[in-house]
């Protein structure tokens, strides 16, 4: 009895666990209900001031888009009344107009008639007569009118360009040096003088055969005077006449090896004055070889007035003038710096500055442009751009500034380089130099194709040539020289 007595209390005692066990789970259960009720309470009460403020959002708008469509409307009606109004006036314009062509025609029909009962003439007749001197009268007045405003086109037209000649000429003035035919050497004493000349003056030979330029040595104290019409063979005498000076060791191979040197050193000289004046202008890139000419335009010259100076003054000029005319400037200035490069080498070429310059500007690839301006700025060719007239209109102002050039100079340089130019087309002839002030030729030739006798012939041949083909004052001594030199090495 006992030990069910222990089962059932046991029993009990289990069934009490289970029960509080159970009361406990039933317990969480609620709260967990109870806590995902507020929560979905909280995440409902979100929702709803999210769709609140969405909504009182769109009914913003909607205000908004409602007055702006309220505006429009009143504009629509407003333009609708103008509209009315103007079509108003457009009908009582047209009646105007109507009733004066009714007057008109009443007019017209009173002429005729006036005119058939005092002529013989039908009312066709007197009708077509009266259109006639209608007709004449307002071809006459058409020309009139035709005339006036060309008139008045010219008139602006050059007013406007009076206005941007002169704008570009003020914003830039460039400076102008007259070329002169001679540089003057100072001495440090007068047996320089003796060293420079040499034994039978051969060092003054060698100078003069290689450099092409005329040394003068008078009665002047302490002073030696290169003469020359190439500024750029005299620039190199003159360095390497100093250099000698200098250095005191003065015969021919030293004489030769200073020339040589000074031409090395010019050739570089160029090229960095040419580079410094594509910079200076910003211009961009250019090919090495148009900068070199560029630089040697330093050494040429145009009736007195230094090619590259007024190489540089147009490109400035168009510049400015294609500036003012809304062109580009960059493409102006470059046009205007090339449109002279032919003369950097007509001395070596001959022929025309504008053929040369044009066939240098293709070979190197410049803009058409360029080529264009080269080309039209002598008038080989049209302008075919604002940049191309501008570079026309540049070059014509820099030429015909007051004291610009000089006639006289140009006519002599002329001369000589002619001189020069008729002794080089002979064959075997090495080098040419116009001295002694174009009254001597002296002429170097290649004693492997010409012999003493040739050379005899030569000079006369020469000499018939230049009196048929130049006028000149007095006379020109041709002097043909023919030189052979035999060089060995002691080992």
Sequence with gaps: MSKQNIVIQQAKIKATAIEKEAEIKFQN??????????????????????????????????????????QQLKQIEEKSKNIAMQQS??????????????????????????????????????????????????????????????QEAKEEAKRKANYIIALATSRYAGEYSAEKLINVVSLPDDEMKGRIIGKDGRNIKTLENITGVDVLIDDTPNTITLSSFNLYRRSIALNTLNLLIEDGRIHPARIEEIYKKCEAEMEQNILNDGE????????????????????KMKYRASFGQNALSHSIEVAHLSGLIAGELDGDEILAKRAGLLHDIGKSLTHELGGNHVTIGYDLARKYKEHPVVINAILAHHGNEEAKSIESAAVCAADAISGARPGARKEVLENFLKRVQNLEKIALNHLGVKQAYAINAGREIRVIVKSDQVNDKEAAILAREIAKEIELNLQYPGEIKVNVIREIRATQYAR
């Excluded at 309470?41 to 979100?46: D, I, L, M, P």
């Design 89 to 150: 006036d457009i009908i009582k314009s047209q009646m105007i107009i109507d009733g004066l062509k009714e007057q008109y025609k009443q007019k017209q029909e009173e002429i005729v008639n006036a005119l058939s009962n005092y002529s013989s003439l039908s009312k066709e007749e007197a009708k077509s007569m009266l259109l006639v001197h209608l007709e004449d009268s307002l071809i006459i007045e058409r020309a009139n009118l035709i005339r006036r405003y060309e």
């Design 276 to 295: 410094n004046v594509v910079i200076d202008l910003g211009l961009g890139y250019m090919n090495v070889e148009l900068k070199k000419l560029i630089g």
């Design 29 to 70: 259960k609620k709260i967990k209900l109870k806590e995902e009720e507020i929560e979905l309470k909280k995440q409902y009460e979100r929702e709803e001031r999210k769709l609140i403020k969405n909504y009182e959002e769109k009914a913003l708008q909607l205000e908004k888009q409602e007055i702006i469509i309220n």
